[in-house]
């Protein structure tokens, strides 16, 4: 990853160097001078980034390159690109191991529950298809990427002799089942970056005529990115197999489920998803794991600027 390498690069040059010593003196002199009213890390990182600025223009003319120095690299220099530069990076960082802790534990979930992490791929690929088709804006669909990937989180508070139970279930552990939308919420509560996959955490087992749980919410009450995900998350899991049973065909998928309209699905959402289900179906049955993911790769980076390994899109480089 570029950073690690701009890191040890520098790391290894600047060790034990002439510039380092004159740099931490400079830096320790600067720090006993700091204006109480100004944060110690803020001051710091204006420090530094002064100092490197005035070490790179200096370099520059040294080696002759006054022009340089003066026009197009003082401009690109300058301390609020700097700034920005870095602030972007670091939360691009941040945003790129936020979507990675996502996978894992989508996967996670999945993979005890239904033997496969194909599951959060799928819905996730699914819903954000269906979102574009409603028309629904680019942050309502970043918010359904981030629920997508971890809306059963809760099932990790459900023991396997209940998750895992091949027979019915009976009343005491129908409720235990039922719970994980509400330990699922639980899960993220302060995790602010989270906040906004809560309504699909919560809700995604909520039905339009209010007959779902955990809060009986009906029609547009139940929040748009829950009714959409309800959606593809049912449509998944009635077309895959599972370890304790098989995959119902498209044509009984589709009827069963247009048989559910205004019951369990938004009646417009699912009219939607029809217009798009058939073709959506065929590209992701035929893909395999890794193709689904690299499939999510171009999904994500459309929304986020890079893709779920953290890794930064090339035009991000274009310095
Ligand atoms: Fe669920």
Known sequence: MLPEKIKARISRRLKDSEVSRIVTEEVKQFMAERPPSIGAQEYYTTVALFILRELFSQTLVKSGDVAAAETAHADEL???????????????????????????????????DTGSR?????????????AEQADLNKDQIRTIIKGSFIHDIGKIGIPDSTLLKAGKLSDDERKIMNSHPTLGAHIIEGVMWLEDARDIVLHHHERFDGSGYP??????????????????DVFDALTSDRPY???????????????????????????????????????????????????????????????????????????
């Open 245 to 319: 049973k098989k995959a119902l065909s498209y044509d009984d998928t589709i009827a069963y489920m247009h048989n559910q309209s205004g019951r369990h699905f938004d009646p417009t959402l699912l009219m939607k998803f029809f217009e798009i289900a058939i073709s959506l179906y065929n590209e992701i049955r035929q893909s395999t794991i890794d193709e689904l993911e690299e499939l999510l790769v171009e999904v994500i980076s459309g929304y986020s600027g890079l893709d779920p390994h953290g890794i930064y899109l090339r035009s991000l480089y274009t310095l």
């Open 78 to 112: 300058d301390f609020d690109t700097i700034l920005n530069g870095l602030l972007i990076w670091m939360q691009k960082d941040l945003l790129g191991s936020n979507i990675q802790m996502l996978k894992a534990l989508g996967s996670a979930i999945a993979e005890r």
């Open 215 to 232: 809060s009986g919410l009906q029609g547009y009450g139940i929040p748009i990115s829950a009714r959409v995900f309800t959606i593809v």
């Open 118 to 130: 194909a599951h959060p791929l799928k819905v996730t690929l699914y819903a954000v298809q269906l």
